[in-house]
């Protein structure tokens, strides 16, 4: 997917009427807006979060985006509005081109200072969703009726499954939690019965057993060559 050239920064400025605190809908014309008038001037360059701004992106373009996700801005003394949290989503809005419902904050600075300190108080101690987290969230290892090794080992080699083995979707192409999940689901029956063949196997064979590549091919092998 390819990602629009980014913006080159320019001064924020005083804030347009659509910027309001509370519930507000951004068009893809907004989000630009805010990017190129609006984006704090020390927020490092989006090139370096291009696969993130794609995924991101993908979900509002599939309306799996939840909405009231929450903007902020630091609104200094003379009315203007700097953004400080939410330049990729701003992106992968425009990206999307998609209207999406903000939560838009607003939070009074001084100066300049006041603004750096706010601006790394956000995302610094986020802890992301680990697999785990989200197969156990999901009820996958219940659902597809799998140990929790072979669950795990799945979903480990599902973009593969996905992709036909191909290296380039790890920069190339986004692959959605959702799409994860569909492709497990998928290749369960195969996965079942490899968990059975797996039962009487000395702990070290299943181990390599269930390693990304061997535990791939093993899906691919059963479901396209059964006999």
């Given amino acids: 997917m390819r990602i629009p050239a980014m913006f080159h920064p320019t001064p924020a400025s005083a804030a347009p009427e659509f910027v309001r605190e509370g519930l507000v809908t951004f068009t893809p014309e907004h989000a630009r807006h805010v990017v190129e008038a609006m984006r704090y001037e020390l927020q490092r360059d989006e090139t370096k979060a291009r696969n993130h701004i794609a995924a991101l992106a993908e979900m509002m373009k599939r309306d799996q985006w939840l909405g009231k996700s929450q903007i902020d801005f630091a609104r200094m003394p003379d009315g203007r509005l700097i953004l400080i949290n939410g330049h990729h989503r701003m992106r992968a809005q425009i990206l999307a081109n998609r209207s999406i419902l903000w939560s838009v904050a607003?939070?009074?600075?001084?100066?300049?200072?006041?603004v750096r300190s706010l601006y790394y108080r956000f995302d610094t101690t986020v802890r992301k969703r680990t697999a785990n987290n989200v197969i156990a969230g999901a009820n996958l290892r219940a659902d597809l009726d799998l140990s929790a090794e072979?669950?795990?080992a799945l979903w480990s080699a599902a973009p593969y499954l996905a992709h036909g083995f191909s290296i380039p979707f790890r920069n190339d192409r986004v692959f959605l939690t959702d799409d994860r999940i569909a492709t497990c689901r998928e290749f369960v029956e195969e996965a079942q019965f490899f968990d059975q063949c797996l039962r009487a196997m000395p702990a070290t064979m299943k181990r390599h057993a269930r390693t990304v590549s061997v535990f791939a091919v093993a899906m691919a092998t059963l479901k396209h060559v059964p006999d």
């Fill in 106 to 114: 607003f939070h009074d600075c001084g100066d300049a200072s006041e």
């Fill in 150 to 152: 072979t669950t795990r």
